[in-house]
Nanobody, 125 residues
Framework: QIQLAESGGGSVKTGSSLILSCVAS????????LAWFRQRPGKEREAVVA?????????SNSVRGRFSVARDNANAENTLYLHMNSLEPADSALYYC?????????????????WGQGTQVTVSS
């Protein structure tokens, strides 16, 4: 069974950058879709970067233009990176990596079966 481990969170100032990593272990199977979600204080978990119905990356409106993803399948483990730039206090959240089997055509939380423990990002002004 796929296991997900996030890292890279931290406490930073407004305008800073962070790179989160999600390592999907126990699989080199590319038939998994990896995505990033987050849960801000007092709010429900939401998709940050997942997929649209065409199978391309879908960014939430609040992060589009500031965040980007990159996937590395070269090693024995699949890794999904989340590059976060121009961070704002509103980006403070627990960031989760999630996975599901193909097809990759959804951003719905309920469609993702596997979750990491999360990594905390705190942005202060």
């Amino acid at each position: 069974q796929i296991q997900l481990a996030e890292s890279g969170g931290g406490s930073v100032k407004t305008g800073s950058s962070l790179i989160l990593s999600c390592v999907a272990s126990k699989t080199t199977d590319l038939h998994y879709c990896l995505a990033w979600f987050r849960q801000r204080p007092g709010k429900e978990r939401e998709a940050v970067v997942a997929y649209d119905v065409l199978g391309t990356w879908r960014y939430s409106n609040s992060v589009r233009g500031r965040f980007s993803v990159a996937r590395d399948n070269a090693n024995a483990e699949n890794t999904l990176y989340l590059h976060m730039n121009s961070l704002e206090p509103a980006d403070s959240a627990l960031y989760y990596c999630a996975a599901k089997r193909l097809p990759c055509i959804t951003s719905r939380e309920a469609d993702f079966n596997y979750w990491g423990q999360g990594t905390q990002v705190t942005v202060s002004s």
